[in-house]
């Protein structure tokens, strides 16, 4: 079989996107010489793994976990089922946070539900003199995230705990999340890949509030004056966010959108 045949097949049954970049994975071929030389031949350990691949993608598997990683902020991050697959709508929540540490020289930040540590690994990258402290329910997503720190050279202090219950009196002058926050029995939760991802990260089995309520009631136990609570959000969630904020005594309630103009990122600050 050759390059252009395995493609053709492919793409009968996956997203054209996909099968180009499963059968780079597979063949090693770059993108320019699958256009330049479709002819050449797949060898057969190649032309199997692909067709693995396929099938499993086809079944709905998300293509980081088929080929173990996935780009974020131009870094790309080793992933497994025990962590959420990292999305490009959370760039925003790294912005925003980025911008809120400016003018600070040491700032120390808490990323809550870390996950495979895309948000602390590139808040840390981005600003080499900030401290991060990142947290985690399960071990196994703190083995990911760990694993990602030293592979991108991030200085991050990873800790198990559920949210802050393992933080004692530290304080900070930002805290960012990405929490779950899809309700129980929303149909997205079935889309693509998401059935394959760790429900505990994608929903809170409630309302899809419960996680961010849980955020902000604790955050200024763990805030310096004037620090900021950050969080990303679902596309209808922004007037609860700013509610729950203002609620709990944060000034500048605000709502981000993301790259698609969705609300997507809630925040303000003491
Ligand atoms: N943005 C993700 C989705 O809609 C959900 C991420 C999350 O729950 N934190 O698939």
């Not at 097949?9 to 996956?14: V, W």
């Not at 925003?92 to 040491?106: D, K, T």
């Not at 899809?208 to 955050?219: E, T």
């Amino acid at each position: 079989m050759t390059l252009g045949e395995a493609l053709a097949a492919a793409r009968q049954k996956i997203d054209r996107l996909d099968a180009r970049l499963l059968l780079q994975y597979a063949t090693g071929c770059t993108h320019a010489e699958l256009l330049a030389s479709p002819e050449t031949p797949v060898i057969a350990p190649a032309a199997a793994q692909f067709a693995e691949w396929v099938e499993r993608r086809a079944a709905g598997e998300p293509l980081a976990y088929l080929v173990g990683e996935m780009e974020f902020r131009g870094r790309v991050f080793q992933v497994s089922p025990a962590v959420l697959v990292p999305r490009p709508e959370t760039e925003v929540l790294v912005e925003e946070a980025l911008a809120r540490l400016r003018g600070i020289p040491v700032p120390r930040v808490l990323d809550l539900g870390t996950g495979s540590g895309i948000v602390a690994v590139s808040l840390a990258l981005a600003c080499p003199t900030a401290e991060l402290v990142a947290l985690d329910l399960s071990p196994v997503a703190l083995a990911v995230a760990t694993n990602n720190a030293g592979r991108l050279g991030a200085r991050v202090d990873f800790r198990e705990s559920d949210w802050y219950a393992a933080l004692g009196e530290e304080s900070f002058d930002l805290i960012v999340s990405n929490p779950p926050y899809i309700a129980a029995g929303d149909p997205h939760l079935a889309g693509d890949g998401l059935p394959f991802e760790p429900q505990m990260a994608l929903t809170d089995g409630a309302d899809g509030l419960a996680c961010i309520r849980h955020i902000v009631a604790g955050a200024a136990a763990h805030l310096k004056p004037g620090g900021w609570l950050l969080f990303e959000h679902g596309y209808d969630q922004g007037e609860a966010s700013r509610n729950l904020l203002t609620a709990a005594g944060f000034k500048a309630a605000q709502t981000f959108p993301d790259l698609a103009g969705t609300d997507r990122v809630s925040g303000g600050h003491l």
